[in-house]
């Protein structure tokens, strides 16, 4: 059966990955995912956190949630995660700075990882030695245990298309799905792409079923083959700038008797509140200041950097991470912006689309598996793993009866 994946992006292609995982009835050459932009993972799969968290999630999606970090945790164990993309175990902490307020209030308020921390308790740490803080500064532990992790999510990503590739996965790309074609008997056969840098550059690839991941951009997908779906999506872009950065003070050699990396949860008197992430390698990737009012661009290499939200983020990464006097020794290694696709009840949206919202047949179905908001990368996996399940109809590793549109 001949599936399209619509979104080469973490979802899309942990989704190919599972499907052909050994054992599996699908012939990995009938699968074809379609990306539109002309860099690989250039949106969120690329430029997110990669921070993993096993239970740090809501009851609707509990379930998934660890799920997906017991398959992050195997597949870095069967493939050498922690060389190839930085798996790494990690410590949450919580900086308070602010007067009045906890680094996790935003947490608890569900303004960025929705409600992660309530359910935790907090001990007083010392922190990560790369973090510096003001006299007044007080860190908590959130999590110390085995139940959070960091990645490097563009290296998880090219490992997971690098492996569908291998296998036989087709890849087309850079190309924008255009129309879906039906049979003579009115379902759904195949579906016209285009190439996104010659839009006259148009061919039909066979589709029996059909997945789209594609972020942010999934609704816009969904309008233009389905032009008369009966439901709109509830899938918003929320963009978040961020930094990648080096510093002195952060060596992995220097803190696995600490816990190995860490995820700090701050806030700012700007009124922000900052996300920052160690990772094996010397990284620090620091974010948290995001808005829903950019526009989502029409690809994710159209994306324009804001530089205000830049320096914003220079200025605190320069607080959290700087040394006291003026010398200003953290290396910028990368400037980012990614668009977040955040659904209306904060919750993924994944499962089959009824067809009668579509108005037309499809043999296979169409699904979705979108809207998973700040936690994609470490929803990722599960999303694939059941995802693969439910098309090929088999019962699914984690409950997901919450998350159908």
Not at 204 to 215: E, V
Not at 337 to 355: A, H, Q, T
Request: some cysteine; overall charge negative; glycine content about 10%.
């Amino acid at each position: 059966m001949a599936t399209v994946i619509v979104g080469a992006g973490i979802i899309g292609s942990a989704t190919a990955f599972y499907l052909t995982q050994t054992p599996s009835t699908v012939m990995a050459s009938s699968i074809h995912l379609v990306e539109s932009s002309p860099e690989l993972f250039a949106s969120a799969s690329g430029h997110a956190a990669g921070f993993l968290a096993r239970d740090w999630f809501s009851l609707s999606q509990a379930s998934l949630g660890a799920l997906s970090f017991d398959l992050h945790k195997e597949l870095a164990e069967q493939h050498n995660g922690a060389e190839k993309w930085g798996y790494c175990r990690s410590t949450g902490t919580s900086l308070a700075e602010v007067k009045g307020q906890r680094g996790d209030e935003w947490l608890r308020d569900g303004t960025s990882r929705a409600e992660a921390a309530a359910i935790h308790d907090f001990t007083e740490g010392s922190g990560p030695a790369w973090l510096s803080r003001s006299r007044n500064g007080k860190v908590e532990v959130i999590s110390e245990d085995d139940s959070t992790a960091q990645v490097d999510p563009l290296r998880l990503s090219r490992f997971l298309l690098s492996t569908c590739l291998e296998r036989g996965v087709q890849l087309h790309q850079p190309c924008q799905p255009l129309s879906v074609n039906n049979d003579s008997k009115g379902r759904i056969s195949s579906i016209t792409i285009t190439s996104s840098a010659d839009p006259e550059n148009q061919r039909s690839i066979p589709c029996s079923r059909l997945i789209i991941t594609a972020g942010a951009w999934t609704p816009r997908v969904f309008k233009t083959l389905f032009p008369n779906l009966r439901k709109t999506i509830p899938i918003t872009s929320l963009a978040g700038h961020s930094l990648l950065i080096r510093s002195p003070r952060w060596n992995i050699g220097d803190e696995i008797e600490g816990g190995g990396c860490h995820a700090v949860f701050t806030t700012d008197e700007t009124g922000y509140s900052p996300e920052v992430f160690s990772r094996v390698g010397g990284e620090i990737y620091i974010a948290g200041l995001n808005s829903a009012t950019l526009p989502l661009p029409e690809r994710a290499t159209d994306r324009k950097i804001d530089r205000k939200s830049i320096e914003v983020l220079k200025t605190t990464a320069k607080r959290l991470l700087g040394k006291d006097d003026d010398d200003d020794d953290l290396e910028i290694l990368r400037e980012g912006l990614c668009f977040r696709p955040v659904s209306g009840n904060g919750l993924p949206i994944i499962g089959k689309v009824d067809e009668g919202l579509l108005g037309v047949k499809i043999e296979g179905g169409v699904w979705i598996a979108a809207g998973h908001g700040p936690w994609g990368i470490s929803l990722s996996l599960g999303t694939g793993k059941v995802m693969s399940e439910m098309v090929e109809g088999r019962q699914t590793s984690a409950n997901l009866r919450k998350l159908a549109l």
